[in-house]
């Protein structure tokens, strides 16, 4: 009975050396010079890249002035920063919670201007001159907003993460209707997932601290 003869062994320097060849004659690497000995750094590596093929801009700064949480702050960002990355990264706000990052969870949510915004899915130079609220400037000293309060009472978090987008998104809807039916609570916190399906408890604890707050509390 004849053996089976194996396939000849390919050398890794020979393979490396063939797909390497074939990637420069079909134009993959773009121009970028090879080295026979020695590793170029990542740095020098994309100085080598022609400008289409380094997937890069360069950062272009401003100066904003807004408001947040009753402190006016004038920081430089960068123009493709996000509401969310300047209050948790240069601000160290990290109470608001990016969760999805593209606007569809609402764990980010703040409340500017009076109205509820997902701040991943604003510029923070969007925000010049803007008055900001997150879940930080609720409290004041120990003592806690009747939102926060509410969930608290009415259980209306589990693991917590989303919580506060919900409250600042039923805080925005407080300031705009002291008095809101069910309905206007159910919609205030339909662009908030909670994935723990609290959702009796959220309703309950806007609607409780609703009545709170119109009895001064």
Partial sequence: MRQQQRPPRIARRTLLKA???AAAASGLLG???IRRRGR???QALAAELPPAAR?????VMQAVTLTVNGQQYTVEVDTRDTLANL???RLHLTGTHVTCDRGECGACTVVVDGR???SCSVLAVQMQGKEVLTVEGLAKGDQLDPIQQAFIEC???????CTAGQIMSIKACLMRQPDPTEADIRNAVAGN???CGAYPGIIAAGLQAAKVQRQGG
């Fill in 40 to 42: 170029l750094s990542g």
């Fill in 116 to 118: 509820a915004v997902y």
């Fill in 155 to 161: 259980d209306g978090f589990q693991c917590g993460y």
């Fill in 87 to 89: 209050l948790r990264e």
């Fill in 193 to 195: 997932i909670c994935r």
């Fill in 19 to 21: 797909v390497g060849t």
């Fill in 55 to 59: 997937g890069y801009r360069p950062a």
């Fill in 31 to 33: 121009g970028v010079r």
